[in-house]
């Protein structure tokens, strides 16, 4: 669920401005070559075709890559619900991971759309919690949030 736009920009500026102009441009948006030509004023004109940049969402598999198998994760999730007070309400980190093993368990064989409204109900009540920076499906969100929080805990524990 990627979505983009593209758009042409024009800036007109010094002629030894361009190299770093252009170079800017490219840490916001995908730029194609950029096509230069004098202005009346002896400036330059630059004109670019440029993509914005999306926030990049893994692939399940890049997401889940180091992840514990599915029943310690669901464990792990089960046993930290288990040990709070009722109407608790619980850390980022849980609902988190919660939402990743719904997520993990609605792409596995044999799942079926009872998994599958589970992990979207699981992904909608986290981005509740920590909202997305920009309108985006749920369970990529959490993939994304999950690769992010896996490869911090990982070096917090190492």
Known sequence: MNRSTVCEIRII?????TNRVTRELGTAFRTGEPRTYPARDGRTRLYLTAEHRGPEWPTPEQAYEDAPDVLDALAAVTATAAGAECFTHLDRDFYLCKAAVLDRIALGDGADWRDLLAAEDAADHFLTLDPAPTPCDPRAYVR???ARWAATHERETA
């Open 144 to 146: 994304q949030q999950y």
């Open 13 to 17: 500026c010094a002629p030894a401005d």
